[in-house]
């Protein structure tokens, strides 16, 4: 079964640092997204990408973050200088449509300090 | 903006015993909703989701929702539960123009022996 992928699964970086969080979207999905969550918190929406740019980003996607997709295949999530407060799960999805049902990769697990 | 509550936050059920998560969102338009999975240590799944038609849902492992318009419900039911289901469950809905999700807080259920 075709599956969304993300590496690596446990990040530790310093506080300042820029870090990239790497996905592999669903072969024939048109649009990907992140989500992240933080420790005993909901899965919040960061931004969603169709068609080369972002179609939708949350209060939370500020100037600090921003999104790729370099090749066929990869969707990356930067964070240009890290915060404490970065820390979180952060999900990778796509779907085939706008409103189609997301699949979710196994999480990147962001620890900043 | 749409939103979502989970009443529960954590569940104990024995083994056998019916469950239901509630799920209440808020939203005047067409919405999807959407119940995910969350296993320890694993990404979130699909268990079912709801788009139009017969507001009974049936999803995997024997999990079923129903759709109460009037109620702005989306209730997750299981007749008997297993110590396999132990996890975490979140309840999600998108609108039929916007594609991103928006996550209830989720339910945590422990299922003891």
């Known amino acids: 079964e075709p599956e969304v992928t993300q590496t690596p699964s446990h990040q530790v970086t310093q506080m300042g640092q820029e870090v990239i969080l790497r996905c592999v979207p669903i072969?024939?999905?048109?649009?990907f997204y992140w989500y992240r969550q933080i420790l005993g918190q909901k899965v919040e929406f960061l931004v969603s990408?169709?068609?080369?740019?972002?179609?939708?980003k949350s209060e939370i996607f500020d100037d600090q973050f921003s999104v790729e997709r370099p090749d066929g295949s990869n969707f990356t999530l930067k964070i240009r200088s890290t915060k404490l407060e970065d820390s979180a799960m952060y999900f990778c999805?796509?779907?085939?449509?706008?409103?189609?049902?997301?699949?979710f990769g196994q999480g990147t697990r962001l620890t900043v300090v | 903006a749409q939103s979502v509550s989970q009443h529960n936050h954590h569940v104990i059920l024995s083994e056998a015993a019916s469950l239901e998560l509630g799920c209440n969102y808020s939203?005047?338009?067409?919405?999807?909703l959407f119940w995910y999975v969350q296993y320890p240590g694993q990404h979130l799944q699909l268990l079912l989701k709801?788009?139009?038609?017969?507001?009974l849902v049936k999803g995997i492992k024997g999990f079923e929702a129903e759709f109460i318009k009037s109620k702005f419900s989306f209730n997750l039911r299981k007749p008997s539960v297993q110590w396999s289901d132990t996890a975490e469950y979140f309840c999600?809905?998108?609108?039929?123009?916007?594609?991103?999700?928006?996550f209830g807080t989720g339910t945590r259920l422990q299922v003891t022996l």
């Open positions: 072969s024939n999905h048109l649009y």
């Open positions: 999805a796509s779907s085939e449509w706008g409103n189609t049902e997301a699949f």
């Open positions: 999600a809905v998108n609108t039929g123009t916007a594609s991103k999700l928006t």
């Open positions: 939203y005047g338009g067409t919405v999807n």
């Open positions: 990408f169709y068609n080369n740019e972002i179609s939708e």
């Open positions: 709801y788009f139009s038609g017969d507001p």
